[in-house]
């Protein structure tokens, strides 16, 4: 490996990094997988990645060309097989580019291991009706290994994981709260029925291998308070939740333009239709509650209005497969009480809207990592719907805190810090 | 100034301060003048206005209790009779609500004066086929005494003049380019026939008379290097150009996030429709060229992207009244080349959008002067679809710049300044 | 009375119709008063009003001139007070429109009883917390002499029975089909808790009233075996059901074309957004269920394909009173499989598209009394969202058959017909 | 005719049709032709066809498995470059199914000859720098050559010439309607420059060499006096004119619904967008102005309202390729006058909407040939924005003109005609 050598000084841009996807094969993890190869190849350039903006380059991020993919998958399967699928479905990338990648796809099919089918919900299970019923705890113990083995054996100089299954239910109220301490969750992960959510089971395995975690999904993951502190004394940086990739997108751009405006929201609808598995799980309202509730806060959280009229739906429409499309109706009133209309159709696909942020996050938790940061990373507030540890929902808002610990830390290179900054929660 | 003496009888609330229009009963300015009266009688909120935000509540604004109106206009009528036929095309405010203010709006008839009828494009010029054919050098002189009377009679402390007149069309290229001193700008003045459009005759009156000027329209106005350094002089502040009040102001909420997500814009096509006077002279399209080149100028420099395909069109639409409705089709790629499409639907009733922001800049150019500023207010970008004297035209970082000027002047009534601000020209 | 008396050859334009409204002082039952008096009055055209197209002018209609309203109503108030209500929120009617016509309407108002509050569902009943608790048989009773006496105070030559009441919530499964007879209706009536929908009572009261009977809602109305049977028997047409005012009428004027293209409708999703009492009910769940399914079946009727993926909502969005908003998303396949895609987006005030349907069906039944026809009236197809007695749901072949019948019976008058045509069945 | 003799060596279902396509490598034949492949092979069915609907399968018409192509073109390459160019902007067909029909495609090159670079007007002529400049009196004569040798060597039953070209400028006014000869035609193509839109060129070939003819753009074609008697006289069914696939078609299925409803249309704006050669043309306005005034025609005669506001744009929008877009906003007035408000979004793709009528239109004049009709083929409307000798514009009326000719015809396969129906010009 051309790091491992002690002559030479390690030239940043030949890091090699690892991307552990929960969900491997579903649409968002192969798409990132695909693409991320295309690029290499140079078929195709790196749109949608914000960290390949010109601000970023400064920074000493990961290269694309040294990225290896890997992940745990209920469902039986290559990754080959599921970029057929996504072809044949979404027209996402073209059959002469799909030829191009598919070799060094199958590559990376050895580091593909079995997920966690407990803790998922009735729908994901359904999936993988044969999946093995392996114990959280053996799972765990698994896990960790995955994590290490996977990094050793692809010589990679860092591993992240990152969540991009389909939502799962929310577990029973209070329980994840309770479990304030690495012990009292070791406890409930030996119970002879662990009441985890699969996500947080993925997420502290994540912490204990010392992997960087981002929380994809609007499902718990690591917002455990077992975890976070755990991530903090392992030197883990971890973030979430729920990748704000489209519709949610545009209503946190727009709302905080309406509120300088002094225009009052009187209602705003928004109205999902999808397809595809992660349609078809979400059609189960008990995997959509935490993900219509992610959709709807980041509204609810910029206009602080509590009389404001907002709903979220989320329906399934088999032949849009990934193409969600969404209308959003956004009734406000002005001056003298006039009241007026906004409305906008967002079409979409989820997959490559989800994959370069896949990329941007796995590639900035890393580099934090690599400076000693932990713990909640709340300047990547504006990749998630639900950010955890900030208050702020507005967009740009969020993106010029991005782009405020970019500055930092190019200054940082050139000056080194006196002393930690007071954004970022080091490692002790 | 009333502040100034130590007597101090007159506690800062009650400043007076007088609004001049030009295109006084047109339908911005009528539904100014009406809803400004409602307000103050308590028939309607203060919604729309930027400055009722509660961060701009420790700024010493005059207060919309205090403020009069008058202006210039071409047409014959009234008032009330411009607030009849709004509230009969447009329905934007109700009958009993205009009975309610018609007496106060009344009273302002008395500072309507005749508005210049040459130099404002044949469209304009056949809605008032009797006006009254003053050679501009004479307006000039006149106008220089209207305003001075409106102050004088009405007893304000203050008068601002804003432009919410129809669009002009364009002068010959170069002209005010080349009126680079007073005495150029003069001397164009005094020829028999002068090629100067209204608009910029309206902005030197203004000037020499030491009112504030905003330019609303797509009009030239102030924007003459003469103008630009006789309101230095003259310690006037002035901005425009082109009120930003809808599909524009959406445009530039949204644009500045997809350039943040590293999504390219292909195409972005805007087409308006809308009915009323203001649709009626912008169907002719020498008028409609600088409304036009500004709205698509501020989604393209944003963009930054030379090969984006853009276009606007306004079409005439008369059943359609004030209810200016737009339909925006965005089309950007993504992800590996993926096209994918955001369409927005605006149906805002112009006039109800534009009153607000015609008293907040009022009120902002009125505490800029009292203040010492002059020159072009750059910190009011956010207002206008083409600001002068900045390159900034993304609405979000536009706003921070109003609060970021917010912030100082309140910092500085704390800890007054030991120097002038960088941001601002202060008069000399 | 005019036209009482022998001498006079009772000239057609002067017949005097009374339409009694169930849910009098809702949104459509008031608009179509006020808007028959306006029209009356000169102050507005018969816009809306398919009985006023050129094709209707050679049938012998009773005159908007001659029409008088009452109703039955479960909450308290005036017509005038239900006006004014409809004013202040949806704009419908601008105020001096409403007081030229107040005096008239108020002398309706004597004409106005109270409902039935037994059987209409918790929501309904909600409405009218003090209604007195009429037992139904009591109330038929009462209700049959209601109609009585408005054909006679007011000089009336026929009396028709509308329901433009909120839809019920649907009666026990299988309950209504099993009342096949008069005397089973009237026993089910007399029982001490009747399950019957008061839709049901207000019909079996009309129809024993001999009035005919239009069922603008959803409820069941005349869909009960007896209660047709009993149509027949007295010479009463009647039909329903569901007015088919908005988005139900684009999707069945579109729907047939895409059949005619040979292009397969993938998924039609339709989401409807309204306001106002009716929307306030349909948030009900229990109430929506008839009305869902009408929407969804006029559709689906037409499609005849099960496989097709349909969905219709109805959301409550309260700041859009009658402004019911739907967005329809098409999905369709067309050569070579490609999916493409049609939407809409349907703007409408429900009551002001309602009351002209109500005139014209209040006319039309009139008509066929007068001539003999009764039963259901399949000719009026075009107007209901789920017409009984017939398959057709296209609009464009439901309007055929109306023109088709006013053909037939323009044709009759200059040659009166030999035998009853085998379109309609004629009174024994 | 090969079915009169004794023999009968060919079954009906055998019968071999060609279809000669005017701009042979545009989209709109190639998707034709890929098409036509594919669904022989059983890659595709026939979706779109209107005559694989099941009330056409009574009649006798030439089967898609015996369908050959040629075409005249101007500019250089192949059909499976076209195919391949589609496949890469549009995506209509996949990869593969390309892969499977490559060679057949091929073998149809052999019947493409080049078209004629006269009287298409500049932009078109821009298409094809090279284009050999043949007189248009050579050009003609070749052309009929063209076709019989097609016929022959092809060993077809029939040959159907369609024009699928881009929209060409009109001719100087008056001119084609003094063509009331074939003298007068022949003594204007022999001029040294003849005025003659290349369409009339094509479409005196396609009558002269006896093919039926469908004019299938917005240009001259067969809408020439001279032509249309000689079609008569030569046995010839021809039609025309422009193909109404996407947003005109919407719109002629809505207008007449509004008619029947009495709702007063107050504007109807109609937006378009696309990308492609067809919109790179389109972008010409002389190019476009024939085809703005099909589709604002087609609506006008619907409305019959000269006072209706209506607008047709048609915009270049490079990004789209074939996916035109359009954006109809539709405004109109109700009961009370209420406005009103219908928008819809299309989002079709143009060759994959229009090769399957093109199949159908060829279809269905080869069967008219073959029964003995002649001339304008009245009965075709519905596929036509602007239909020759026909009033009606509503799309289902016309609809139902066409279902009329089925039933006739059927009708007459069991019962011979006695004589010829009024509804059809037969030869003589």
């Known amino acids: 490996m051309e790091n491992s050598n002690g002559a030479k000084a390690h030239p940043p841009r030949t890091r090699r990094l690892g991307i552990w996807l929960v969900g491997a094969h579903g649409g968002v993890a192969t798409t990132t997988a695909v693409g991320t190869l295309a690029i290499r190849k140079g078929l195709a350039v790196p749109r949608g990645l914000v960290t390949e903006l010109s601000d970023f380059s400064a920074l000493d991020l990961a290269p694309l060309s040294g990225v290896s993919f890997g992940g745990w998958e209920l469902r039986p399967g290559t990754w080959r097989e599921a970029a057929h699928e996504i072809q044949d479905r979404s027209g996402t990338f073209k059959e002469s580019l799909l030829g191009a990648v598919e070799e060094d796809l199958a590559g990376f099919d050895r580091w593909v291991k079995p997920g966690l089918a407990a803790g998922c919900g009735e729908a994901i299970g359904a999936l993988a009706p044969g999946a093995r019923r392996e114990h959280p705890v053996d799972f765990f113990a698994r896990a960790v290994e995955d994590l290490a083995r996977f990094r050793r054996e692809a010589r990679l100089d860092a591993v992240v994981v990152v969540n991009v299954a389909s939502s799962e239910p929310p577990p029973a109220v209070g329980l994840l709260e309770s479990l304030t301490t690495w012990t009292s969750f070791a406890k409930e992960l030996k119970r002879r029925l662990p009441r985890l959510p699969a996500s947080v089971v993925y997420a502290a395995a994540a912490i204990e291998a010392r992997c960087p975690y981002v929380n994809f999904t609007s499902s718990a993951g690591s917002n455990v308070p077992a975890l976070a502190a755990r991530a903090l004394k392992n030197g883990v940086p971890h973030m979430g939740a729920d990748g704000k990739t489209g519709e949610t997108w545009v209503k946190t751009v727009l709302a905080p333009a309406f509120l300088a405006r002094n225009l009052k929201i009187l209602s705003w609808e928004g109205h999902n239709i999808l397809g595809d598995g992660d349609g078809r799980i979400l059609a189960h309202l008990e995997n959509a509650r935490a993900k219509l509730q992610d959709k709807d806060q980041a509204l609810r959280r910029i206009l602080k ?63 934090a990592q690599k400076g000693g940061e932990a713990g909640w990373m709340t300047h990547l507030a504006c990749f998630f719907k639900n950010p955890r540890g900030v208050e702020e929902n507005g967009f740009e808002a969020q993106f010029e805190r991005l782009r405020a610990y970019v500055r930092a830390h190019v200054q940082n290179r050139r000056n080194p810090p006196l002393a930690s900054s007071a954004l970022f929660r080091y490692r002790r």
């Open 305 to 367: 209005d509590p009389a404001v009229h907002s709903r979220v739906r989320i329906d399934y429409v088999p032949s849009l497969d990934d193409w969600k499309t969404a209308w959003d109706f956004i009734h406000f009133e002005g001056f003298l009480g006039v009241k007026m209309i906004l409305q906008f159709i967002w079409q979409g696909c989820d997959a490559a809207l989800a994959a370069p942020l896949i990329l941007d996050l796995a590639r900035l938790v890393e580099f």
